[in-house]
């Protein structure tokens, strides 16, 4: 079958198997790599995507299911001011490490810093429970996070 849907802004066509999942079209099929696959089972986040401003799972989410939908993914986001603060943030506080989880958390935090541009510690713990860092280096992500929230806080107080 055949499905649309825009993917970071452009409009893709993409032939589908009714069963293949989301990770796997943008990887093989549309060449996408920042989307990783983790555990395969929703547990690590790295395959994290955003599907019309939510985060969204793309190893448990359907290809079909995005069928006239907004895809964003980290290379989706390079002209985005918040993105590119929290990109900052996370290369200032080194929270890179592998890389492996980055786009995941990146994700994340994007999300994360639009619905709540002054989260707490706790807030930011809380929304990325479902992420996995096998580095087990939070300290600094949940830094990043933080530092991203200071920048965006001081920039709309100018």
């Not at 980055?102 to 999300?111: C, D, H, I, K």
């Not at 002054?118 to 096998?134: A, F, M, Q, S, W």
């Amino acid at each position: 079958m055949r499905i649309k849907f825009r993917l970071n802004g452009s409009p893709v066509e993409v032939d589908v198997e009714p069963n293949e999942l989301l990770i796997n079209v943008l990887r093989d099929k549309l060449g996408i790599t920042s989307v990783k696959y983790g555990c395969g089972i929703g547990e690590c986040g790295a395959c994290t995507v955003i599907v019309d401003g939510e985060p969204v799972l793309s190893c448990l989410t359907l290809a079909v299911e995005v069928d006239g939908r907004n895809v964003i993914t980290v290379e989706g986001l390079q002209d985005d001011p918040l993105f590119n603060i929290i990109k900052k943030a996370f290369l200032e506080e080194g929270a890179i490490q592998c890389g492996y989880c980055t786009p995941g958390f990146v994700l994340m935090a994007w999300s994360l810093l639009r619905k709540n541009p002054k989260p707490t510690i706790d807030h930011v713990k809380e929304y990325l429970r479902g992420n996995i860092c096998r580095c087990t280096g939070y300290v600094n992500i949940l830094r990043a996070i933080l530092k991203a929230a200071e920048q965006i806080s001081s920039t709309t107080k100018k």
